[in-house]
């Protein structure tokens, strides 16, 4: 059984930038395709950007070139930097498998203003 706890949301304004982090506990995830996710209110969660166990990312086209995707498997932790945010990045994030493993938890919310 594997834990993940999102961390790092808040607000910024529009070309800002935030680093989430996603925790894991109870056993390791550096075997597991990993992925962050969004949703914002009244749409579908989408992937945002998975990362292979070898550290290779893919990113949806929304946020390629602004986001990255990272892992350190020393501390059981994925990341994912986001800079020039804009009002359409605003939504909850969370992490799970690229193939979900997990129940999804309350995630943490990103806001960004104009």
């Known amino acids: 059984q594997v834990q993940l706890v999102e961390s790092g949301g808040g607000l910024v304004q529009a070309g800002g930038s935030l680093r989430l982090s996603c925790a894991a506990s109870?056993?390791?995830?550096?075997?597991?395709?990993m992925a962050w996710y969004r949703q914002a209110p009244g749409k579908a969660r989408d992937m945002v950007a998975s990362?292979?166990?070898?550290?290779?990312?893919i990113y949806a086209d929304s946020v390629k070139g602004r986001f990255t995707i990272s892992r350190d498997n020393a501390k059981n932790t994925v990341y994912l930097q986001m800079n020039s945010l804009k009002p359409e990045d605003t939504a909850t994030y969370y992490c799970?498998?690229?193939?979900?493993?997990?129940?999804w938890g309350p995630g943490t919310q990103v806001t960004v203003s104009s």
């Open positions: 109870g056993s390791t995830v550096s075997g597991r395709p």
């Open positions: 990362i292979a166990t070898g550290g290779s990312a």
């Open positions: 799970n498998g690229a193939s979900p493993f997990n129940g």
